[in-house]
């Protein structure tokens, strides 16, 4: 996995709800854990964009609903600082659902992908309706 050039902010913890993004048919996530965290004991593990977490789907299609699922963390409200100095920020925290081979298991993404993903996760790119 290819590091990023972005300081980004861990604005989001476990029991954190999270739209999905994509055309999955699942509506709401609530994250649960983060995979491959790394931290201290008894902390709760902090996400941030790029990171892939487990999720349990909230809302949405009934085939779907309270299971695990995959995810990719694409936006949030927390904001990033980039390399250049710019700092941005979402108007959401949004996810979409992917693969044990981190490939996306819907065909489109609704609304804006961070450009950290698509640094990261070339494939997921293809998907991208805006990267901003």
């Not at 994250?31 to 949405?60: L, P, Q, Y």
């Not at 100095?85 to 804006?112: H, S």
Request: aromatic share 2%; glycine share 10%; with cysteine.
């Amino acid at each position: 996995m290819k590091g990023l050039s972005t300081t980004i902010q861990k604005g989001l913890v476990p029991g954190s709800v999270l739209t999905c993004a994509d055309n999955s048919g699942a509506k709401t996530l609530m994250i649960i854990n983060k995979i491959g965290k790394g931290g201290h004991h008894k902390r709760m593990a902090e996400c941030g964009i790029g990171d892939i977490i487990m999720a349990s789907v909230k809302s949405g299609n009934p085939s779907y609903i309270k299971k695990k699922v995959r995810a990719v963390i694409i936006r949030q409200k927390t904001p990033i600082r980039r390399a250049n100095g710019v700092r941005v920020r979402f108007e959401d925290n949004a996810a979409i659902l992917i693969t044990d081979a981190n490939l996306a298991v819907g065909t489109e993404v609704k609304g804006a992908m961070a450009r950290e993903i698509v640094e990261r996760y070339i494939k997921l790119a293809g998907i991208a309706s805006r990267v901003i």
